[in-house]
């Protein structure tokens, strides 16, 4: 299964951009990259998911690189209601099994 | 208009006690899960089901028996509570047999204390 490393913690100021970098570099090629995010006691939430174009929705963008070995999450105007853990995850192919790693604890502060 | 819903949200149990968590969502999806979040907050995928047949059992103890009626609802009913069994554990669903392409809803948990 293809492994994901994101780092540990991020610290982004209110109202501004925050970008959550991820590496997956033995992604296969029909492996979708997923994120979701987890607030303090609630289930994670789905934000976005792509293959190799890059992605947007009414959360988020999605910044797939072209050898896909990496990916950028961006929350355009980060509010303290972001404030969450971040999956980054690299789809097991034909299932629903989702391997989540630790994540990044985004903290945004006022 | 909750999506994934599951009861109890909490649950207190001594060892040895059966229980059973309820998971139903009304997303029309035919795939529905169980994870399980432990205390170092790790998710681990436990059961996948579509179409209330077993697709995913990782490894999970006996103990542990996921029941499907009907696509809609996927309960999970624990046998001997141990105190390792203490944990959130979360529901999902999603479309189209859990394809790569599908994103999975998740509940908003069980939080399971075993004393």
């Known amino acids: 299964d293809a492994k994901t490393t994101q780092p540990t913690s991020m610290d982004c100021a209110e109202g501004r951009a925050a970008n959550l970098p991820c590496n997956h570099s033995t992604i296969s090629g029909n492996e979708y990259v997923y994120w979701y995010r987890q607030i303090h006691s609630q289930g994670p939430q789905y934000i976005i998911h792509?293959?190799?174009n890059n992605e947007t929705n009414e959360m988020a963008s999605l910044i797939i690189t072209e050898d896909r070995k990496s990916s950028t999450l961006i929350l355009p105007h980060a509010t303290l209601r972001d404030t969450a853990v971040y999956y980054c995850?690299?789809?097991?192919?034909?299932?629903?099994?989702?391997?989540f790693g630790q994540g990044t604890t985004l903290q945004v502060k006022p | 208009d909750t999506a994934v819903s599951q009861t109890p949200k909490y649950l207190v149990t001594q060892m040895g006690n059966d229980k059973s968590i309820k998971c139903e969502q009304n997303l029309g999806h035919d795939t529905m899960y169980w994870y399980k979040q432990d205390s170092k907050k790790f998710l681990k995928i436990m059961f996948s089901y579509n179409n209330k047949e077993l697709i995913i059992n990782e490894t999970v103890p006996n103990r542990f028996s996921p029941k499907s009626p009907d696509k809609a609802h996927l309960n999970l009913h624990i046998n001997s509570l141990e105190l390792g069994d203490s944990a959130v554990y979360f529901c999902?669903?999603?479309?189209?047999?859990?394809?790569?392409?599908?994103?999975?809803?998740f509940g908003n948990g069980t939080r399971l204390t075993v004393t």
């Open positions: 999902a669903s999603s479309p189209r047999g859990g394809g790569r392409n599908s994103p999975l809803h």
């Open positions: 792509g293959l190799k």
């Open positions: 995850i690299v789809r097991v192919g034909g299932t629903g099994k989702l391997i």
